[in-house]
């Protein structure tokens, strides 16, 4: 009788060892597709936040050459677009250091973007 319940002991052990045995693999299963998932949105994340920084500077640099054709076209309808003098008539015939200096730099902002 003793001889019986240890071997009823040892095959309840194997058996408890076989489920262990399964659960773990399971689990490593998961672990192995939760990485390879996490490597994937890794990538698409980077790929995201390069178009993001792509187009955020595209639209940088069409704000600021926008700025500097808008502020040239004033100029050469002959307005001022320097702040001591901005939107009085310019006489033609002569140029205004402000306003030049102006042009200058924003003209330099959308070379530089
Ligand atoms: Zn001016």
């Known amino acids: ?15 408890q060892s076989q489920d ?32 993001l920084d792509a187009d955020t500077t595209n639209s940088k640099k069409t704000n600021v050459t926008n700025a500097h054709q808008n502020l040239v076209k004033l100029y050469n309808k002959g307005y001022h677009i320097c702040r001591p003098m901005y939107g009085a008539h310019r006489n033609e015939a002569e140029g205004c250091a402000f306003c030049l200096g102006i042009l200058n730099d924003t003209d330099n902002k959308s070379k530089a973007n």
């Open 1 to 15: 009788m003793a001889q019986k319940d240890e071997f009823q002991k040892f095959d309840q052990l194997v058996q």
């Open 20 to 51: 262990l045995s399964k659960k773990l693999q399971e689990m490593k299963d998961s672990i192995s597709a939760l990485l390879i998932e996490n490597a994937e949105l890794k990538i698409e994340n980077e790929n995201l936040r390069n178009r």
